[in-house]
């Protein structure tokens, strides 16, 4: 598939490729769950399904793609869960500062990253700055401890505390979230049969098309992916206007 055209940039025009892809990625514990495997190691699959599909992405030209790792409320889980997610995290950034410049995708990470251990925050600030010197066109945005209201609570006391801020419009506003600058998600697709949003850009999913499939996080492939692009191709967006 090609990369995005400058018309299907145009709201409601042609829609080949989706610029930004937003994934919530779901289904880790029930993966586990099926083969007899303890929940963490459906989240270690599904970090190497991340990795397989942010290359796909970045060889389809898809310029966002944004996924959901931890949710401001995934702190309800075990400590012992919680604690191997992170570490998975550790290691996957600790992995990416190797092997960024071959994969040639940037890496941001989205969220309230303050809390994070001081060693996964140095890490991040690591993959960030190597972020800077690659020539790709795609970025992953990883959302840790990341949440909707969250963001939305934050980007207003941000906007306020700056002594610098424009009138309140939503474009002020979007200026203040942690996806300032990005495009907003074309697509929404969420694995593992459930269907909802759990607090996923709230904001920024106004207009996004949504794709659920049964698949859960660590069998998703490339097929699913050309599946759900396939069927955003299908969808006429009309942002509240009337069908061309
Ligand atoms: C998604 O998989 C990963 C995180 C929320 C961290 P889950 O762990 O939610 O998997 P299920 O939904 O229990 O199967
Ligand atoms: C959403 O999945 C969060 C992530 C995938 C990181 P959850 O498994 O936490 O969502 P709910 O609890 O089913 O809504
Ligand atoms: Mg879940």
Redesign the pocket.
Known sequence: MAKATEQQKTAGQGTVLPRHIAI???GNGRWAQKRGLPRTAGHAAGAETFRRIARYCRDLGVEYLTV????T??WKRSAQEVSAIMGLLKKYLEEAIEKMRRENVRIRVLGDTSVLSPDIRALIARVEAIDETLTTHTQANL?VNYGGRDEIVRAVRAWESDPAHGELTENELSKYLYTAGMPDPDLVIRPSG?Q?I?N?LLWQSAYAEFYFTDTLWPDFTEKDMDAAILAYRSRDRRYGGVKK
Not at 68 to 71: H, I, P, Q, V
């Open positions: 919530i990625m779901d959901y790792a931890f949710s409320e995934n959302c459930e909802r759990s996923f």
